[in-house]
């Protein structure tokens, strides 16, 4: 009610789904300066890790699939092929163009970008959240 009212409000979080949820810009702190700032979904293309992921039921579209398309990883048992993607409107268009051009349609196509916490270990160097300093008294 307030942000619609006008009011500017700061939320500071360590819950980045929170983050996500709520805010409109976010800034990521490291060793209290800010390691990187903007939306929700322009931080989480900063980093790689997104990736558009394919599934088959037929097997022969399964292979004609990983035949049209490059820098895959492929799971031959589950049928499934994952893509390099920055989650864009541009590289999803390239991905379907080829398996266009090939005849070929997946079951079931996923994209996944990173999440705020893939963001926060990428540009903070950290393996796990920081844990809060205790006062020297």
């Known amino acids: ?39 929700a979904e322009e931080l989480k293309r900063l980093i790689p890790g997104g990736h558009v992921r394919l ?23 589950a049928l499934t092929l994952q893509i ?13 163009d080829r398996l266009d051009s090939a005849g070929v349609e997946a079951d079931e196509l996923t994209v996944h970008t990173p999440d705020l916490d893939d963001v926060f270990f990428a540009l903070t160097g950290s393996s796990v959240p920081a844990q809060p300093k205790e006062a020297v008294r």
Do not use: K, M
């Open 84 to 96: 390099p993607s920055d989650g864009s409107q541009r590289a999803l268009r390239s991905v379907l």
């Open 55 to 77: 599934r088959f039921t037929d097997p022969a579209a399964y292979q004609s699939a990983a035949a049209a398309l490059r820098d895959i990883t492929r799971d031959d048992e």
């Open 1 to 39: 009610e307030l942000v619609t009212g006008g009011v500017t409000v700061f939320l500071t979080t360590q819950y980045l789904e929170e983050a996500d949820e709520l805010a409109d810009r976010i800034a990521v702190l490291n060793d209290g300066t800010i390691a990187a700032e903007g939306t």
